[in-house]
């Protein structure tokens, strides 16, 4: 049974929708926690920068600072550290340099910071350690940093390592990722649970439905089947009296003409009712272990002569096999497929009966003619009843047979090219001992 995918709309949207909601926590979560690792990497380049400050003013004498002493001094505070690089820029070119700096490294302004994926750089003037607030103090300090001027203090760049984290290699998601794959998880069960819910009801609606249509085909069967039997009494009744009345010697044989008409018409008509009622009835297939190579031989035996008067070759290509059917529908199965293929096809064709493995579990069943094939508008409904290429034909005889063969489980196919032949296959039948 096949049922609309709308029913599943709200279920898989509230899915999307939560999974979305999901992505947006966590990368909210993300952009907070780069936030918070970026204001760590300031605040640590900043205590590093206020060090450094405090080393170069302690070891500054006015305009006789020893800046190659700064520099030595620095390089060994440098060494073995996280710090890639110290500079110290005058005003009329560069005074130390510890470490290597990179190209970039000039500036227009005086302060500032630069964040890149190898390194966190943060440049500022120097400044003094402490600026005495009056002159006492100044006159009782040993040492001002009076190297620093207030009016073109020297810039300090200094360059620290940062190794910028990727999202999956971060420690943010190391920890986030637990979360994330057990909230991922609820979602997908809730959402499961949901569908699975909404098909069990849907499947509950449609096979409640599906029993009511076949009960209520079985009552328009019976009640057709009724009609039919009792519509084939009286048809027996005119037959026999028109058979009757032509069998006396006085009567004109005009009259007579008429008469086989009317008893020709009553047999057409008997057969289609006998027909009708066949295809109304509900049979169960009962099964039992059958030899189809001894049917289709039997079957050949008893068709054989229509087939020999009408100058088509009858072919049975079936090996040894038992398998699982009702013998009498399997029998009825292939007498309508046979006459069918007699029907269609020319003097000097042949109809050909074959069996071969599907797959290592199944057998396929073939009747194949050389015909004049079924037109290709009929094609997809010739299994319907009253759907009939020829105008003799009643078209209940491939809707028969499709019903008995599905009642057996199996399934059947029509392959046909005009005026080259058509193939009927039964597709799906259980070997005997796999069913037994």
């Known amino acids: 049974m096949k049922h609309s995918t709308r029913i599943y709309r709200i279920p898989l949207l509230a899915a999307i929708g ?9 990368f909210w979560s993300w952009q907070g926690y780069a936030e918070r690792s970026m204001d760590w990497r300031r605040q640590r380049a900043q205590d590093s920068f206020d060090t450094l400050n405090a080393v170069i003013a302690s070891l500054s004498n006015g305009e006789m600072t020893d800046w190659k002493q700064v520099e030595t001094v620095l390089t060994s505070i440098i060494r073995d550290s996280r710090t890639f690089f110290v500079v110290v820029e005058g005003r009329y070119g560069r005074l130390v340099q510890s470490g290597t700096p990179p190209e970039f490294l000039m500036s227009n302004s005086t302060r500032g910071e630069m964040d890149t994926d190898a390194m966190y750089v943060l440049w500022a003037p120097l400044k003094p350690t402490q600026i005495p607030s009056n002159w006492a103090q100044a006159l009782n300090s040993t040492h001002l940093g009076l190297g620093l001027w207030p009016r073109s203090n020297p810039v300090m760049y200094l360059g620290l390592r940062s190794s910028t984290e990727s999202f999956f290699n971060s420690w943010f998601w190391q920890r986030q990722a637990p979360i994330f794959a057990s909230v991922l998880v609820c979602v997908l069960a809730v959402i499961s649970v ?52 032509t069998a006396r010697s006085d009567i004109p044989p005009e009259s007579r003409t008429m008469l086989e008409h009317i008893v020709d018409e009553v047999d057409k008509a008997s057969s289609r009712l006998g027909n009708f009622m066949n295809f109304a009835r509900q049979r169960t297939p009962n099964l039992s272990p059958v030899r189809t190579d001894r049917l289709c031989q039997e079957l050949a035996e008893i068709m054989g002569p229509d087939f020999v008067a009408s100058g088509v070759e009858l072919s049975i290509e079936v090996p040894s096999a038992t398998i699982s059917a009702d013998g009498s529908m399997l029998r009825q199965i292939l007498v309508n497929l046979l006459l069918n293929s007699l029907h269609a096809s020319p003097a000097g064709t042949t109809v050909r009966v074959s069996m071969r493995r599907q797959g290592r579990r199944r057998l396929q069943l073939a009747v194949e003619d050389q015909g004049m094939g079924i037109p290709t508008e009929l094609l997809p ?5 009253y759907t009939s290429g020829s105008a003799t034909g009643h078209g209940l005889g491939l809707a028969i047979v499709k019903r008995m063969v599905e009642a057996h489980g199996w399934r059947i196919q029509a392959v046909s090219s005009p005026d080259k032949g058509t193939t009927m296959t039964i597709l799906g039948i259980k070997p005997a001992e796999e069913t037994a």
């Open 381 to 385: 409904d010739i299994f319907k009843p």
């Open 194 to 245: 949901w569908i699975a819910g909404i098909r069990r009801r849907v499947l509950a609606e449609e096979l409640a439905a599906e029993r009511i249509r076949v009960g209520h085909l079985e009552e328009l069967g019976l009640a057709a089947a009724g009609l039919a039997h009792e519509t084939k009494n009286p048809l027996g009744i005119i037959m026999g009296m028109a058979q009757q009345i």
């Open 18 to 26: 939560m999974i979305l909601a999901l992505g947006l926590w966590v």
